[in-house]
């Protein structure tokens, strides 16, 4: 059994700041992949960030420059969020790949009020 659980969002105004973590535990491993997706209503889930086992770090052109995956250690995953738009507003979820095996999190809300 693996668990992921996000913590860290919440309300926050445009131009403020949140930081996501992620802690992942039980029966795994390795990580090969891990990184951040979000969901905002009526639209379909989309990447923010993923780390790859290279040190390779992609973001999205809509958070590029504003949000940073922070080194972590192995079986966490963080999320600083700046600047922050209301546009921004979704649900984040934490994913994390084991070999050919994807693990998600419940997912945290972000709310950026303008």
């Known amino acids: 059994q693996v668990q992921v659980v996000e913590s860290g969002g919440g309300l926050v105004q445009a131009g403020g700041s949140l930081r996501l973590s992620c802690a992942v535990s039980?029966?795994?491993?390795?990580?090969?992949?891990k990184g951040w997706y979000r969901q905002a209503p009526g639209k379909q889930r989309e990447l923010v960030a993923v780390w790859t086992n290279d040190g390779h770090i992609e973001y999205s052109d809509s958070v590029k420059g504003r949000f940073t995956m922070p080194r972590d250690s192995k079986f966490a995953v963080s999320l600083q969020m700046d600047s922050l738009e209301p546009d921004d507003t979704a649900v984040y979820y934490c994913?994390?790949?084991?070999?050919?095996?994807?693990?998600w999190g419940q997912g945290t809300q972000v709310t950026v009020s303008s």
């Open positions: 994913k994390v790949r084991s070999g050919w095996t994807n693990y």
């Open positions: 039980g029966r795994i491993l390795s990580i090969n992949k």
